[in-house]
């Protein structure tokens, strides 16, 4: 019992970091980032935003990141944010299903019809199950070349999430869980 019992956690170990390496990072407004000039609507039309993806915001340092509620996103009202962040880069793991609300709180910057953005995460199956074959978000976190020029050993950056090694290494830790469990 002791053995099975190890190579259990093993699995679930193993398991939970295959999981972690589908997730994907995506730079709010792709290459144009963070500012005023963004149609973040239309940046996050053709995204599938999956729980354990993550977010970061690159911007100027004259503009900041709220999270804020609902009401105050649909409002431009920075004045009772969740959370507030400055500095010029600001990453946020997306860790549960649900929809997010960021603003720009210096003054006109939301309100000038920009500078707003939400993002709805789905879990990572439904997400998955939506994605069109062939698919990848053009400014998710793909690994460059080595030095010799090659792509790194197993990237496969034009592969859905769902068809990449780390899903099919996932697969397999759960395909071995549950023959221990049986």
Request: glycine share 8%; charged share 15%.
């Amino acid at each position: 019992m002791k053995a099975s019992s190890g190579a259990l956690l093993a699995a679930v170990a193993f398991a939970a970091l295959a999981a972690t390496a589908l997730a994907t990072s995506y730079t709010v407004g792709g290459a144009d980032q963070w500012d005023t000039y963004i149609d973040y609507d239309k940046w996050t039309a053709s995204k599938k935003f999956m729980v354990g993806d993550i977010i970061e915001f690159k911007y100027m340092p004259y503009h900041n990141v709220l999270e804020v509620t609902e009401e105050d996103y649909a409002a431009c009202n920075p004045g009772s944010p969740i959370s507030t962040h400055s500095g010029g880069n600001t990453t946020f793991e997306l860790t549960a299903e649900g929809t997010r609300y960021f603003i720009c709180g210096i003054p006109r910057h939301c309100l000038n019809g920009t500078m707003h953005v939400k993002i709805t995460t789905v879990p990572y199956g439904a997400a998955a199950a939506q994605a069109p074959l062939g698919s990848t978000p053009a400014d998710a976190f793909a690994p460059g070349p080595d030095a010799a020029g090659k792509p790194p050993l197993g990237a496969t950056s034009d592969a859905p999430r769902y068809q990449r090694p780390a899903a099919a290494v996932a697969g397999l830790a759960l395909a071995a869980l549950l023959a221990l469990v049986a």
